[in-house]
């Protein structure tokens, strides 16, 4: 299916909805951070005061009479009812979009519930769909990941195209000793980090673009998408670069190189030579399947830290349904900061990788304790209906 571009300029007006809590900070980080024309954001929740904490984008309250603007109480039934009590509404959304981004953290009531059938609202729209869910902590208990994965069933069998991030992979790269809400920044952060990336894609505008059409025929290939990134300082480097994208860590149960569709966005501070940008193309064709559909763009970015930055998705990688249950691995997320140089790429995040070992040479820092509570009783906070949680600020 061809998808025609509706934007005045010729750039594809991005549509991004974050559903439920964390969906919500996400997104509402992503319109803080983003500034584009052809970007809106809209957060959606059951949870009226949480949307009142969002920093920037349109708040859509769903299910008003049903929850009272109380959320969902942790249960998908609830986020669901409240979705379609708003049906007409969130049909309305998008009008006049080219692409979905839905992001959305599962297990509890709104992001599991609505999530599946907004997704299917879009699709009915003949609107491509994105989807960037997150799978929660193991011992957020057992009912919240049935219900994660549940949603996460739905979701694969409507969106083009699912990217997920288990929360239970990043806490095996920061280690046990890690704080407790270190750790959820640092989810939140690698959330976000994919997002941007997929929306960098398509509104970056350099010599050698990925268009829209591009961008959904790699990633509506059928199985799993995982998402690599890593920066170079040198020209020199940027095979181990690429490398380090390619064959993070991070993941174990995924291998980038089977995948049947790759995007590869190369961006730069300054002009690099030809053998170079030859080189990383080179580089990621020698580590595919010959039949890998492979699409790749480079941008000049002069507000650039770092000379060379390279993304790597791969698509169509698995699509069996084991790997989802048994040990909630269905898509795992691949971020390296690391540097093809003696000098590490900084990142925000308040905690670096813990034991991460990569072929690309770095230095890397054990993961320091910041916060006094246990994981447990963040997550036991977690798991009170919403109103209640606002209710004891109060």
């Given at each position: 299916?061809?998808?025609?571009?509706?934007?005045?300029?010729?750039?594809?007006?991005?549509?991004?909805?974050?559903?439920?809590?964390?969906?919500?900070?996400?997104?509402?980080?992503i319109g803080d951070a983003i500034e584009d024309d052809n970007l809106k954001i809209i957060n959606i929740n059951?949870?009226?005061?949480?949307?009142?904490?969002?920093?920037?984008?349109?708040?859509?309250?769903?299910?008003?009479?049903?929850?009272?603007?109380?959320?969902?109480?942790?249960?998908?039934?609830?986020?669901?009812?409240?979705?379609?009590?708003?049906?007409?509404?969130?049909?309305?959304?998008?009008?006049?979009?080219?692409?979905?981004?839905?992001?959305?953290?599962?297990?509890?009531?709104?992001?599991?519930?609505?999530?599946?059938?907004?997704?299917?609202?879009?699709?009915?729209?003949?609107?491509?769909?994105?989807?960037?869910?997150?799978?929660?902590?193991?011992?957020?208990?057992?009912?919240?990941?049935?219900?994660?994965?549940?949603?996460?069933?739905?979701?694969?069998?409507?969106?083009?195209?699912?990217?997920?991030?288990?929360?239970?992979?990043?806490?095996?790269?920061?280690?046990?000793?890690?704080?407790?809400?270190?750790?959820?920044?640092?989810?939140?952060?690698?959330?976000?980090?994919?997002?941007?990336?997929?929306?960098?894609?398509?509104?970056?505008?350099?010599?050698?673009?990925?268009?829209?059409?591009?961008?959904?025929?790699?990633?509506?290939?059928?199985?799993?998408?995982?998402?690599?990134?890593?920066?170079?300082?040198?020209?020199?480097?940027?095979?181990?670069?690429?490398?380090?994208?390619?064959?993070?860590?991070?993941?174990?149960?995924?291998?980038?190189?089977?995948?049947?569709?790759?995007?590869?966005?190369?961006?730069?501070?300054?002009?690099?030579?030809?053998?170079?940008?030859?080189?990383?193309?080179?580089?990621?064709?020698?580590?595919?399947?010959?039949?890998?559909?492979?699409?790749?763009?480079?941008?000049?970015?002069?507000?650039?830290?770092?000379?060379?930055?390279?993304?790597?998705?791969?698509?169509?990688?698995?699509?069996?349904?084991?790997?989802?249950?048994?040990?909630?691995?269905?898509?795992?997320?691949?971020?390296?900061?690391?540097?093809?140089?003696?000098?590490?790429?900084?990142?925000?995040?308040?905690?670096?990788?813990?034991?991460?070992?990569?072929?690309?040479?770095?230095?890397?820092?054990?993961?320091?304790?910041?916060?006094?509570?246990?994981?447990?009783?963040?997550?036991?906070?977690?798991?009170?209906?919403?109103?209640?949680?606002?209710?004891?600020?109060?």
């Amino acid at each position: 299916m061809i998808f025609t571009v509706d934007g005045d300029n010729g750039m594809p007006k991005i549509l991004v909805l974050g559903v439920g809590g964390c969906g919500c900070n996400t997104s509402s980080t992503i319109g803080d951070a983003i500034e584009d024309d052809n970007l809106k954001i809209i957060n959606i929740n059951t949870d009226a005061s949480a949307l009142e904490r969002c920093k920037s984008g349109e708040n859509f309250l769903i299910g008003r009479s049903l929850t009272n603007g109380f959320g969902a109480g942790a249960r998908p039934e609830v986020g669901l009812d409240a979705a379609k009590e708003n049906e007409d509404d969130l049909k309305a959304l998008f009008d006049g979009q080219d692409i979905i981004f839905i992001t959305a953290g599962l297990g509890g009531g709104t992001g599991t519930g609505a999530t599946p059938f907004i997704i299917e609202l879009a699709r009915n729209s003949n609107k491509p769909v994105i989807c960037i869910p997150t799978l929660p902590f193991k011992t957020e208990g057992e009912l919240r990941m049935k219900n994660a994965l549940e949603g996460l069933k739905q979701i694969k069998q409507l969106a083009n195209a699912v990217v997920t991030l288990p929360n239970d992979n990043i806490l095996e790269t920061l280690g046990e000793s890690v704080g407790v809400f270190s750790a959820f920044k640092h989810a939140d952060r690698m959330l976000e980090d994919t997002l941007r990336a997929l929306i960098d894609m398509l509104t970056s505008t350099g010599y050698v673009n990925i268009d829209l059409n591009d961008f959904i025929t790699v990633m509506s290939q059928t199985g799993d998408a995982i998402l690599g990134t890593s920066k170079a300082d040198d020209q020199s480097a940027v095979e181990l670069a690429v490398k380090a994208a390619v064959n993070n860590p991070i993941y174990q149960d995924r291998d980038m190189t089977l995948a049947k569709g790759a995007l590869v966005q190369v961006n730069v501070r300054e002009e690099i030579t030809m053998g170079t940008y030859n080189k990383i193309n080179d580089t990621i064709t020698s580590m595919l399947k010959p039949s890998t559909l492979l699409v790749s763009g480079i941008t000049e970015k002069p507000d650039m830290q770092h000379l060379i930055e390279i993304f790597v998705i791969g698509t169509g990688i698995s699509d069996t349904e084991e790997s989802v249950l048994e040990g909630c691995q269905s898509i795992k997320l691949a971020v390296s900061n690391e540097t093809p140089k003696d000098t590490v790429s900084q990142t925000e995040a308040p905690v670096t990788v813990k034991k991460l070992e990569t072929n690309v040479k770095g230095n890397t820092v054990a993961a320091t304790r910041t916060e006094p509570e246990t994981r447990r009783e963040a997550m036991e906070y977690l798991n009170i209906p919403a109103f209640l949680r606002n209710s004891k600020k109060n």
